[in-house]
């Protein structure tokens, strides 16, 4: 970041250079240009299929955006200070007096989590599976399992329940007013391999354990945002018309970058483009229940967005749904389905094969 042309390059401008280049390339070796040309990316890569859709509009026909790292900064003052905080404030004290973060949530308060969140929102989906496929219908709140009296086995204190539920809602100023969205109880949240769930604090992304039990809101938001980085525009009427087609999919369990922050994004590019359903004639969002950040977790992470966007782009078939597996429930298919729909299970046939759900 100190140098201004590496800046430049990373921020927006090496992906369009390196596509003009590569369609010069493809039109000498082939005698003739590419038909079509498409973009795929997740984390740094969904933001730059964004900063594509945004500011070089001419130069995909569709894109995939995936977990996009839209806003960097704030995304960090969430899970590097914001959490950490909330967690540090209930943790245990070291000899120096410091929290150890690690030992804030114990593996029975997972368990316990988990147990009421998915007799809460497993089901709304018809079916108990381990996965949340309608998460926007997960009312659940930990502060139902706040112990009445005393600690227990089969609740929390009321200063852990109300931590966790800080911690989750993200970070806000002092106003009251939401820095960066909160993020969504999902059946990945205590994943311990990987990239951490959120219930599983521990050393920082970049470094040690945090240990500040505080956090200037105010002060962050306003230092932790980066015009050039961040991938906000929401106007998109020259990609749209040119006919240009742009999915986007998040893991519900990614810890790294708030699904509803992308979620919020698309709730704008709609709001600001003819609404939902004009939007819907050229974007889908899709969530996805139990993905980490980009995959694994206790989900299906496998899907095929691309031959979907191909036949979107140059055929005119909307995709309806797409199929998606994974190793962490062999033999299990579902229906990945556009917001605002989700996979509902039809209440007849085997649970495993996603040929009995529909998008509802």
């Known amino acids: 970041m100190r140098d201004q042309q590496a800046y430049l390059d990373f921020a927006y401008q090496a992906n369009a250079e390196v596509a003009a280049l590569a369609?010069?390339?493809?039109?000498?070796?082939?005698?003739?240009?590419?038909?079509?040309?498409?973009?795929s990316g997740c984390s740094t890569g969904g933001r730059e299929g964004m900063i594509l859709s945004q500011r070089y509009p001419m130069s995909f026909d569709g894109i995939i955006s995936g977990d996009p790292a839209m806003r960097t900064g704030l995304s960090n003052l969430a899970i590097g200070k914001w959490i950490p905080a909330a967690f540090n404030q209930i943790a245990p004290k070291d000899a120096d007096g410091k929290p150890m973060i690690e030992r804030?949530?114990?593996?029975?308060?997972?368990?316990?989590?988990m147990n009421a969140l998915m007799k809460q929102c497993d089901a709304k989906d018809g079916v108990a599976d381990g996965m949340i496929f309608d998460p926007l219908a997960c009312d659940f709140d930990p502060v139902v399992l706040a112990c009445e009296g005393g600690e227990g086995d089969s609740c929390l204190t009321p200063e852990k329940a109300a931590a966790i539920k800080k911690a989750f809602n993200g970070p806000t100023t002092s106003h009251g007013v939401q820095a960066y969205p909160g993020f969504l109880y999902d059946a990945g949240i205590t994943a311990t391999s990987g990239i951490?769930?959120?219930?599983?604090?521990g050393p920082g992304i970049f470094g040690p354990p945090p240990t500040a039990t505080e956090v200037d809101v105010d002060t962050e938001s306003i230092k932790d945002v980066q015009p050039l980085v961040d991938s906000m525009s929401t106007n998109l009427s020259t990609f749209a018309a040119h006919g240009g087609k742009l999915i986007f999919f998040h893991g519900d369990s990614d810890p790294w970058f708030s699904p509803l922050d992308t979620f919020d994004y698309y709730k704008d590019v709609a709001a600001a483009n003819g609404g939902l359903d004009a939007v819907l004639k050229w974007s889908q969002f899709y969530f996805v229940p139990g993905m980490s950040h980009c995959g694994a977790g206790p989900s299906l992470d496998?899907?095929?967005?691309?031959?979907?966007?191909?036949?979107?782009?140059?055929?005119?078939?909307?995709?309806?749904?797409?199929?998606?597996?994974?190793?962490?429930?062999?033999?299990r298919?579902?229906?990945?389905?556009?917001?605002p729909k989700h996979a509902q299970y039809t209440g007849q046939g085997n649970t495993e094969d996603a040929a009995n759900f529909e998008c509802r």
């Open 333 to 339: 298919s579902r229906p990945l389905c556009p917001y």
């Open 302 to 331: 496998q899907f095929d967005l691309l031959t979907a966007l191909s036949n979107w782009v140059e055929k005119g078939i909307e995709p309806k749904s797409v199929i998606t597996t994974g190793k962490a429930f062999p033999g």
């Open 104 to 113: 804030a949530i114990t593996d029975n308060d997972r368990k316990l989590i």
């Open 196 to 201: 951490r769930g959120l219930l599983v604090p």
């Open 23 to 39: 369609k010069k390339i493809i039109a000498e070796y082939y005698v003739r240009p590419a038909a079509h040309s498409y973009f």
